[in-house]
């Protein structure tokens, strides 16, 4: 666990996204403790704010050739010999949407039978009820108007 004043330091880098993972854990872990921070949160939105004023202010440019050249032949490079890592790749995306196609049925099947369970449980009955009540039959009322209507003495 760090302390209030490394995460002070250590925040700019956070909210860059620029930590390694145990620092980023570390820091995320910091934050959700409920001890008392010292200006943590303060020193994370001042350094948002400024990653964002910087991102904002940079004017958009060209890379150079080389820097093209380069990413060209890294794929060119990948082409070649990243087939199997491309195919991973996929392969992982695809059992990852399969799983995503599981989890929405199984969510779309827990709301039939949850919406199941609720008609069974209040059942819809529109046929009126002192048809089949005897009692409010005979008389010709409804149940609702024996109710209102106070008993002879």
Known sequence: MITCDEFKELAPAYALIALEDDERRACAEHLASESPHRGCLQALEEA???????????????????VWQKIAAEVRANRAGGAVAVSFARATSIEEARRRGIYQICGWLLAVTLLGLYLYAFPFDFRRRHATDP???????????QLATPPAH
């Not at 990653?51 to 440019?61: D, M, T």
């Not at 005979?138 to 149940?143: D, E, I």
Request: glycine share 16%; hydrophobic share 50%.
């Open 48 to 66: 948002v704010l400024v990653g964002a004023r910087v991102g904002a202010s940079l004017q958009p440019v060209m890379p150079a050739a080389r």
């Open 135 to 145: 009692e409010t039959a005979l008389s010709g009322g409804s149940a609702g108007a």
